[in-house]
């Protein structure tokens, strides 16, 4: 059963920095791209950052030079590092693993990230 568990998320203030964590029980986990993605209250979900088998990265541009997407092949996590966080970074954020032309999609439950004073 694939599991993909998220962390780290809570309250932090404007300017300051938080670091999300997902955790994933994945066979071949060194062969997906992984990647966070978001959803704000009332609206679609979004890319946020992604990470390839050979640690290719690609942000959205609104979080570049501020989030970094790293992965641990061996312990089979991907982090977020996300500094400078303004409040429109509030969202719930979501891990995924995919590998596109097999079909292979899979998400955590998400974990939320509050940005406020």
């Known amino acids: 059963q694939v599991q993909l568990v998220e962390s780290g998320g809570g309250l932090v203030q404007p300017g300051g920095s938080l670091r999300l964590s997902c955790t994933a029980s994945l066979s071949g986990f060194n062969f997906y791209t992984m990647g966070w993605y978001r959803q704000a209250p009332g609206k679609q979900r979004e890319f946020v950052a992604t990470i390839t088998p050979g640690s290719r990265t690609n942000y959205l541009d609104s979080v570049k030079g501020r989030f970094t997407i790293s992965r641990d092949n061996a312990k089979k996590t991907v982090n977020l590092q996300m500094n400078s966080v303004k409040l429109e970074d509030t969202a719930s954020y979501y891990c995924?693993?995919?590998?596109?032309?097999?079909?292979?999609?899979?998400w955590g439950e998400g974990t939320l990230v509050t940005v406020s004073s």
């Open positions: 995924n693993a995919k590998i596109a032309p097999a079909g292979m999609d899979y």
